[in-house]
């Protein structure tokens, strides 16, 4: 069959709690402002997990079959019929985000933040946000980025998590001969990690409770590591910058204690919804500056850019590859963060 008469496609699907299945879909109509993508990679990403094993990511609850995946890469298989977008044939990363109109004050020039924001994979609103995982995506042309000519879509299968630390690790300032803590060496952790690294920080100090991840840590630029369950090595950092990824209030409390007095914490990693014990008087008396970081923007031009001429190494984070087709394998893999950093699933 012909890309002018795909009808359906290969997808993964996550239906409800424990119910992940690899099903033929329909393929929606493109648009004219719409793209035919061939999927060649997509990450498994931590919320992706948790519909498949909750039902949930935080608040956002499964009311209906949904195709997961955001973190995905490919080629385009039909160009928008309006002329947006990148050319037939072209390699493309894909900025899963579409800003909100929904009432509600933001900076303007930080779009991320627009209330009402969907984005590729979500369940926060009803219809939900359909994913990418699936052998064709129909994706809105502006989602599309080009990739540079010598960057292979394997090497930027980890583009989108990349821009999510790239955004991060730009809320904490300058890093030039600063010290950096990062709590959590899962994929986002790591990936920040190799971001501070390119930014000139001069010691980067990752935790972990497991070994492969702060082996990977070690890969991509961190200095040294130290288990999580060491608290004093943790507090004894005292780190100019902090950056929280593990989403637990324990790893958030091993960030307030690692930081030095006057430093930064970043939050990357999200915590469950509804109230939280937090260090907060420690954080008052240490004049701590508490900074949210959520998904990325413009920032994932920055990452092509610095995956393809080679100053931002993330190689060693993608640890498993797998077929589409054995998704159900490379969930299960992926949930186990004692065996694995970032898991690809192949759609090409």
Avoid at 138 to 160: I, N, Y
Wanted: proline residues 6%.
């Amino acid at each position: 069959m012909t890309v002018e008469n795909l009808e359906t496609t290969l997808a993964v699907v996550a239906h409800a709690k424990d119910d992940l299945r690899v099903e033929q879909i329909p393929l929606p109509e493109a648009q004219q402002n719409e793209t035919l993508v061939r999927i060649a990679y997509g990450g498994i990403c931590g919320s992706d997990l948790h519909y498949w094993l909750a039902g949930a990511a935080g608040e956002s609850v499964l009311r209906a079959p949904m195709v997961l995946g955001h973190e995905v890469v490919g080629t385009v298989a039909r160009a928008a019929a309006d002329g947006s977008g990148p050319r037939e044939g072209a390699r493309v990363a894909v900025h899963p985000g579409t800003p909100g109109t929904a009432p509600g004050r933001y900076p303007p020039e930080r779009p991320n933040l627009a209330p009402g924001s969907t984005y590729l994979g979500s369940a926060a609103h009803v219809p939900h946000t359909e994913g990418a995982f699936s052998e064709f995506a129909v994706l809105p042309s502006r989602m599309l980025r080009e990739l540079p000519a010598g960057l292979s879509l394997r090497d930027a299968a980890l583009t989108e998590p990349a821009s999510v630390a790239w955004h991060a690790v730009a809320r904490a300032g300058d890093l030039s001969g600063k010290r950096v803590l990062v709590i959590g060496a899962g994929p986002i952790g790591s990936l920040v990690v190799a971001v501070a690294h390119r930014a000139g920080a001069s010691e980067i100090v990752a935790v972990d409770l497991h070994d492969k991840p702060l082996e990977i840590a070690r890969a991509v630029g961190a200095t040294s590591t130290i288990d999580a369950r060491d608290a004093d090595a943790i507090a004894a950092v005292e780190a100019d910058a902090v950056f929280e990824t593990s989403g637990n209030h324990n790893g958030f409390a091993s960030a307030v204690r690692g930081a030095a007095r006057g430093g930064r914490v970043v939050m990357v990693g999200l915590l469950p919804p509804g109230p939280q014990p937090a260090l907060v008087s420690t954080a008052i008396t240490r004049e701590l500056d508490l900074l949210g970081s959520f998904r990325f923007d413009a920032e994932i031009d920055d990452v092509i850019a610095a995956l393809a001429d080679g100053s931002l190494v993330v190689d060693p984070i993608a640890t498993h590859e797998f077929a589409a087709s054995d998704a159900l394998e490379a969930f299960a893999v992926a949930r186990d963060a004692s065996q694995s950093g970032k898991v690809l699933l192949r759609f090409d």
